[in-house]
């Protein structure tokens, strides 16, 4: 059984910060990799960043690459979204995920609402 609880969400003014956590528990040692998608109201979900559990490994969507921040505590299982320069458009619905295989998605946590006001 694995257990991701996301917290942090809230809402901020443009050119504000935030950051997301999202704490795992359970079969953590399965994980080969741990990531943040996003769903804004009538759109789908997308996906926004992850990082490879072992090596670390980073990668962004365009959208907010050079303004977005993952990173992850191995020790406390859990991983974080450092978010810079918000925009309007980042408002959305975000959900921590985490796979056994770096290009699949295995388990959700239940989301945390971010807002961004203009």
């Known amino acids: 059984q694995v257990q991701l609880v996301e917290s942090g969400g809230g809402l901020v003014q443009a050119g504000g910060s935030l950051r997301l956590s999202c704490a795992a528990s359970?079969?953590?040692?399965?994980?080969?990799?741990m990531g943040w998608f996003r769903q804004a109201p009538g759109k789908e979900r997308e996906f926004v960043a992850r990082?490879?559990?072992?090596?670390?490994?980073?990668s962004y969507s365009d959208s907010v690459q050079d303004r977005f921040t993952i990173f992850k505590d191995s020790a406390k299982n859990t991983v974080y979204l450092q978010m810079d320069s918000l925009k309007a458009e980042d408002t959305a619905v975000y959900y921590c995920a985490a796979g056994r295989q770096v290009t699949m998605w295995h388990y959700w946590g239940q989301g945390t609402q971010v807002t961004v006001s203009s």
């Open positions: 359970g079969r953590t040692f399965s994980f080969a990799v």
């Open positions: 990082i490879t559990w072992t090596g670390g490994r980073t």
